[in-house]
């Protein structure tokens, strides 16, 4: 599992994992900095661009605790976490340009795929729960299935990760079209746009994507009048 989270994000959004040892490289790997507005007791900017297109946020046998440190930077939120979990590997690439909402939202789907889930602290908006991935008392549970078609989404209505690759549609206005028609997601439930790869990534019970693919087959479509 460790290398996992490097391979999707590098499917995804066509990420390039620089080698250190390499000195001709045309994307120069970066070292993420916390956003200022984190160390002053502020909310980032959820706008802000925080990566550049010509950036690669690259990590090998990175510890949880280091990756959940990055995800308050660009969040804004504090990470509570048990001591043995912190102490986890992880690995990972992401490209940008990306802003702050954008490299949160990959992080939390970064430590989905290694088997650590972000929960929201009822009636606290700046506090999350990192745990491993299992039952969620009144949410069901999280998995770690990953999957890019309808095909292989599993007959268990249980939370999944899924790329809904978009043909026709702009991410995000695809993102506002799904969101206008399908309504509220599930307590878990989460949709993000990625501009790099015309995709959406969907946290939601396999039941609900269903719906929404029905929805994407009939809004995904070339405007009336264009082959």
Same mark, same amino acid.
């Given at each position: 599992?460790?290398?996992?989270?490097?391979? /999707?994000?590098?499917?995804?959004?066509?990420?390039?994992?620089?080698?250190?040892?390499?000195?001709?490289?045309?994307?120069?790997?970066?070292?993420?900095?916390?956003?200022?507005?984190?160390?002053?007791?502020?909310?980032?900017?959820?706008?802000?661009?925080?990566?550049?297109?010509?950036?690669?946020?690259?990590?090998?046998?990175?510890?949880?605790?280091?990756?959940?440190?990055?995800?308050?930077?660009?969040?804004?939120?504090?990470?509570?976490?048990?001591?043995?979990?912190?102490?986890?590997?992880?690995?990972?690439?992401?490209?940008?340009?990306?802003?702050?909402?954008?490299?949160?939202?990959?992080?939390?789907?970064?430590?989905?795929?290694?088997?650590?889930?972000?929960?929201?602290?009822?009636?606290?908006?700046?506090?999350?729960?990192?745990?491993?991935?299992?039952?969620?008392?009144?949410?069901?549970?999280?998995?770690?299935?990953?999957?890019?078609?309808?095909?292989?989404?599993?007959?268990?209505?249980?939370?999944?990760?899924?790329?809904?690759?978009?043909?026709?549609?702009?991410?995000?206005?695809?993102?506002? /079209? /799904?969101?206008?028609?399908?309504?509220?997601?599930?307590?878990?439930?989460?949709?993000?746009?990625?501009?790099?790869?015309?995709?959406?990534?969907?946290?939601?019970?396999?039941?609900?994507?269903?719906?929404?693919?029905?929805?994407?087959?009939?809004?995904?479509?070339?405007?009336?009048?264009?082959?």
């Amino acid at each position: 599992m460790k290398l996992f989270g490097s391979i /999707l994000l590098g499917l995804i959004l066509g990420a390039c994992h620089q080698d250190p040892s390499t000195s001709e490289s045309s994307v120069p790997e970066q070292t993420a900095s916390v956003d200022q507005s984190v160390k002053n007791g502020t909310i980032p900017d959820p706008d802000k661009i925080v990566v550049a297109a010509d950036e690669v946020i690259s990590e090998t046998e990175a510890s949880v605790l280091s990756v959940a440190k990055l995800y308050e930077s660009y969040s804004g939120k504090k990470v509570l976490m048990r001591t043995e979990d912190s102490k986890a590997k992880v690995s990972f690439s992401i490209k940008g340009p990306l802003t702050n909402t954008q490299a949160s939202r990959f992080l939390r789907l970064i430590l989905l795929t290694e088997g650590f889930a972000m929960i929201p602290i009822p009636g606290d908006e700046v506090v999350v729960r990192l745990i491993r991935s299992g039952p969620i008392t009144g949410g069901g549970s999280v998995s770690t299935g990953f999957y890019t078609a309808e095909s292989q989404l599993p007959d268990e209505d249980q939370l999944v990760v899924f790329v809904m690759r978009l043909k026709h549609l702009d991410p995000e206005e695809g993102l506002k /079209l /799904l969101q206008a028609e399908f309504g509220s997601l599930s307590d878990l439930g989460e949709i993000s746009a990625v501009p790099n790869a015309s995709s959406l990534i969907i946290t939601e019970k396999v039941s609900l994507i269903r719906q929404m693919i029905k929805i994407q087959k009939r809004v995904d479509v070339l405007p009336s009048g264009k082959n």
